[in-house]
C-alpha cells in the first residue's frame, strides 16, 4: 500500500468513509457521496478495482491488436505509421487509467484526463490522415499543428489556471462530437466501395451507445461494480473491432498504392 502511494492519513480516511456509510444506511438514508465519488471497496492497494482492472484489460486489448496490425501489415502501408502511433497513444491512457483507478490523486486524475483527451484527439488526426493527409500532405500538416496546440491550451488551462471538470466534460464532448461526425461521415460515403468501413461504424455507435452508460449515476454493485466501471468493461472488444477495421484499411490502402505504382 505504501508503494501505491497510500499514507495513515489516506487509510483513516477510507476507514471514516465507511463508518459514515454504516450511519447513513442505520438511519435509512441513501448512500452517500464523497467529494463527488461513490465509495468503492478497497481490494489490496485497488481503489477502484473493477475500473483499474477493466481498464488494464483494455490496455491488454489494444496491446494485442497492435502487435497483431504489425505482424500483418507491411510498414510500406501509407496508414501504418499513423495507426501504430495510434496504438500507443490508446496504450497509454489506459496505462494512466489503471493507474488511477488504483490509487486517485491530483496527478493520476490529471494524467487520465489529459491522456483520454489526446486519444479522442488523435482519433481525429487519424480521420484527416485518412480522408484527406493522403492526397494534401500540406493540410495535413497544418491540421496536425492546431491539434497539438489545441491540447496544449487544454492541458496548461487545467493545470496552470483550473481544474475546471465541466469545461473538460464539455472540451471532450465537442471534440468526440467531431471525431464521432467526421468517422459516420466518412463511412458511409465509402461502405459501397469499402465494405470493411462497415466496422467502423459499428465501432462509432457502439462509443455512442455505450458512453451513456456515463450518465447512469448509482452506489456501486457490492462497493465494487458501478457504471463507469461497466462502460469500461463494454469497451474491450471495441478496441478488437476498431484495429480490426484499421488493419483491413492498410492492408486495402496497401493493395492500392502497390496497384497504381504498377500503372505508372
Known sequence: MSLAGWTCRDDCKYECMWVTVGLYLQEGHKVPQFHGKWPFSRFLFFQEPASAVASFL?????????????????????????????????????????????????LTEKMDYFCASTVILHSIYLCCVRT?????????????????????????????????????????????????????????????????????????????????LELLDFPPLFWVLDAHAIWHISTIPVHVLFFSFLEDDSLYLLKESEAKFKRD
Open 58 to 106: 483494455n490496455g491488454l486489448a489494444s496491446l494485442v491488436m497492435l502487435c497483431r496490425y504489425r505482424t500483418f501489415v507491411p510498414v510500406s502501408s501509407p496508414m501504418y505509421h499513423t495507426c501504430v502511433a495510434f496504438a500507443w497513444v490508446s496504450l497509454n491512457a489506459w496505462f494512466w487509467s489503471t493507474v488511477f483507478h488504483t490509487r486517485d490523486t491530483d
Open 132 to 212: 484527406v493527409g493522403l492526397q494534401h500532405p500540406a493540410v495535413l500538416s497544418a491540421f496536425r499543428a492546431l491539434l497539438l496546440l489545441m491540447l496544449t491550451a487544454h492541458v496548461s488551462y487545467l493545470s496552470l489556471i483550473r481544474f475546471d471538470y465541466g469545461y473538460n466534460l464539455v472540451a471532450n464532448v465537442a471534440i468526440g462530437l467531431v471525431n464521432v461526425v467526421w468517422w459516420l461521415a466518412w463511412c458511409l460515403w465509402n461502405q459501397r466501395r469499402l465494405p470493411h468501413v462497415r466496422k467502423c461504424v459499428v465501432v462509432v455507435l457502439l462509443l455512442q451507445g455505450l458512453s451513456l
